[in-house]
């Protein structure tokens, strides 16, 4: 694992009076995994800003995509005023964004105003509590990730103009570990890989992926929280540089229904307390899998259905679960067996499980509580795992399988005890209306599809 090379405090405040920095993004991840908050100048970040944090109105962990207040949650609304919280540094985070000049960033914990406290609801505040209950237990989890994306030749504004349709992806046919194609993608690529190395996001590789213009571009694997900070970082620098550019990317799970879904597949594994070794690998036992690896993919696989919403919170999300699609359609797993939901990897120090549920769309921070709370509940309740699947898991017809659809997901959330028991009743009201609201908006819209069908011929 390559460490990220952190920025202190102090190298931020110096970086500031000498003028090289003059502008600072307090940053946050909201429902969506969007980052949002405020810019500060250089020296009022150094006077008032750097031990007090900023104020930024409640609402940002409520709102829809369009930032309009949406009715029904607990947390935030009219009744309760719209008050602020308080987003604080977290002083290991602080990073420099290369592709915005004199610009640093810093990942910021939300607080209530009232109490001192951390916001139950706030995504950094939920993975943080899961992790907190794994290193309760003794272990360390570490977690990698990869993210899809695609590449478009049009700009955002162009997209937008033309309605999202008809966009010219970057290649005209599949591109996956093609160097010649990639090689022409790279103008973009690379200035996406340089720009998040140089600021303090570690990046591995880079390739070209099963759909025409579609990329993945990895990351080194790190601490839950550190790697869903590089995860949106990493999706915000790809956003913003490929703009710069005239080119737009979406991390959409399903741009069209002729397209390959783009993913964000999760790798996870448990270390010792100190972080030194993995208690995951066990080379005496059957595919190299401890006790404890065995017992934590039994709770993954028995809360995969309920936890659905963490890893597909769209509507666009259930467009992706299609058989022999690269993506999963059914909940058992296999060694390096990728038709199915979960896939056993890796040998020795790198035994890891990797869910290829969720899709790129997933906010990082709720996917990974997702993931860390299941594979918990297996460790507390000692579950047993079942035998591997050898088989295509498409056609497997005596597995479990991922709901096909947004509202049948909602429907096992807010059916679940354990949803409530791994993550509290507040964050299951938070979660529940979040994807209530998401069904909501979309039934109080016309499709192209039912035009296309509908308007002539009916």
């Known amino acids: 694992m390559i460490p990220r090379q952190e920025i202190t405090r102090k190298e931020l405040l110096s970086r500031i009076a000498a003028g090289e920095v003059d502008s600072v993004v307090m940053a946050f991840p909201d429902r969506y995994g969007r980052l949002v908050g405020k810019r500060t100048s250089g020296q009022f970040f150094v006077e008032h800003v750097a031990d007090h944090g900023t104020e930024n109105c409640d609402y940002l962990l409520t709102c829809d995509l369009d930032n309009q207040p949406v009715s029904g949650f607990e947390y935030s609304n009219f009744d309760k005023g719209y008050g602020d919280l308080i987003a604080r540094p977290d002083w290991g985070t602080v990073r420099i964004l290369p592709w915005v000049p004199g610009t640093a960033m810093i990942m910021c914990d939300v607080y209530s105003p009232e109490t001192d406290e951390l916001v139950s609801v706030a995504p950094r505040t939920i993975l943080k509590k899961q992790v907190a209950s794994a290193e309760a237990l003794g272990f360390t989890p570490m977690v990698g990730s990869e993210i899809e994306f695609y590449l478009y030749r049009d700009s955002y504004e162009e997209a937008r103009r033309h309605r999202y349709a008809d966009l010219r992806t970057h290649s005209d046919w599949s591109q996956d570990y093609n160097i010649v194609q990639t090689t022409r993608d790279e103008y973009v690529i690379a200035d996406i890989r340089r720009g998040l190395i140089q600021a303090g996001v570690p990046v591995e590789f880079t390739k070209g992926e099963a759909g025409a213009g579609q990329h993945e571009i990895n990351l080194s694997y790190a601490s839950p929280v550190e790697m869903a900070d590089r995860n949106h970082v990493y999706k915000t620098a ?13 991390f959409m799970a399903k741009p069209s229904m ?31 899998m401890s006790g404890t690896f065995e017992m934590f993919l039994a709770g993954m696989l028995a809360t995969a259905r309920e936890f659905s919403l963490l890893w597909a919170p769209t509507v666009n999300s259930y467009r992706r679960f299609q058989p022999g699609s690269w993506a999963p359609t059914g909940i058992g797993w296999g060694i390096d067996n990728r038709t199915l939901g979960f896939r056993k990897v890796g040998h020795g120090p790198s035994t890891r499980v990797e869910s290829r549920i969720p899709g790129s769309d997933a906010n990082s921070y ?3 509580a997702g993931v860390l709370a299941g594979g918990l509940h297996g460790i507390k309740n000692e579950l047993a795992l079942e035998a591997p699947y050898s088989g295509n898991g498409y056609e497997a017809t005596d597995m479990a399988r991922i709901p096909w659809s947004l509202p049948d997901a909602i429907e096992l959330w807010r059916n679940s005890t354990l949803a409530k028991d791994c993550f509290g009743e507040d964050v299951h009201q938070w979660v529940l209306r979040s994807a209530s609201n998401e069904w909501e908006q979309f039934n109080q819209s016309v499709t192209d599809w039912e035009l296309m069908r509908y308007f002539e011929r009916i």
């Open 238 to 250: 790809a956003k913003e540089i490929a703009a710069l550019h005239g080119r737009a990317v979406t």
């Open 258 to 288: 002729g397209d390959v879904g783009s993913s964000c597949h999760i790798h996870v594994s448990l270390w010792e307390s100190t972080g030194r070794s993995s208690v995951f690998a066990d080379p005496n036992r059957p595919y190299e």
């Open 366 to 368: 709720l996917a990974f």
